[in-house]
T-cell receptor, first 111, second 114 residues
Framework: QKEVEQDPGPLSVPEGAIVSLNCTYS??????FMWYRQYSRKGPELLMY????GNKEDGRFTAQVDKSSKYISLFIRDSQPSDSATYLC???????????FGAGTRLAVHP | DAGVIQSPRHEVTEMGQEVTLRCKPI?????LFWYRQTMMRGLELLIY????????DSGMPEDRFSAKMPNASFSTLKIQPSEPRDSAVYFC????????????FGDGTRLSIL
């Protein structure tokens, strides 16, 4: 079993839809959780990060962590074609600076 | 502020050849990471450095792979001899020290071994 599990998709939605991306993890020592966005032929770029359980909102994006169920979510409101990318979740044990990534979910938002 | 710079962007070479990938991290970042990304295995951490010292190389697949960081602004990942199964996109990332610091990625080197 991988430490971070993520459905690879692809996920196709119409413009304006609410998108829900999810990951589960097995390492109880994870304290930080990150979402990266990767466009085709580019490196991953940090979208959001959260510490421990709770919600964090940034514009159209909301990251949610439920440590009791080891579940990580990213919600995208009013999705745009420019959101079409692969989204990778990652967990980090505090203090080690070492990220464990999920496989990534490919998202396509069509006009 | 310049991002992480990797070279070359693409490399095509024949099996058995030596391959050297290069990375310049963001100035002031203490940590440098080398990753490999494939469709089958996703993004895998190969090795990372803190203040130019290798900390964890448990992800390096085998002895054919080696990485060095001779100074704070330069790192190399070398494969010798290369094999077709090494074909992948190799990313370098850097970050500041401290918990929860985000990693900043370069745009990768797309490696094809024929």
């Amino acid at each position: 079993q991988k430490e971070v599990e993520q459905d690879p998709g692809p996920l196709s939605v119409p413009e304006g839809a609410i998108v829900s991306l999810n990951c589960t993890y097995s390492n109880s020592a994870f304290q930080y959780f990150m979402w990266y966005r990767q466009y085709s032929r580019k490196g991953p770029e940090l979208l959001m990060y959260t510490y421990s359980s709770g919600n964090k909102e940034d514009g159209r994006f909301t990251a949610q962590v439920d440590k009791s169920s080891k579940y990580i979510s990213l919600f995208i409101r009013d999705s745009q074609p420019s959101d079409s990318a692969t989204y990778l979740c990652a967990g980090e044990e505090g203090g080690y600076n070492k990220l464990i990534f999920g496989a990534g979910t490919r998202l396509a938002v069509h006009p | 502020d310049a991002g992480v710079i990797q070279s070359p962007r693409h490399e095509v070479t024949e099996m058995g050849q030596e391959v050297t990938l290069r990375c310049k991290p963001i100035s002031g970042h203490d940590y440098l990471f080398w990753y490999r990304q494939t469709m089958m295995r996703g993004l895998e951490l190969l090795i990372y450095f803190n203040n130019n010292v290798p900390i964890d190389d448990s992800g390096m697949p085998e002895d054919r792979f080696s990485a060095k960081m001779p100074n704070a602004s330069f790192s190399t990942l070398k494969i010798q001899p290369s094999e077709p199964r090494d074909s992948a996109v190799y990313f370098c990332a850097s970050s500041r020290g401290g918990v929860g610091q985000p990693q900043h990625f370069g745009d990768g080197t797309r490696l094809s071994i024929l």
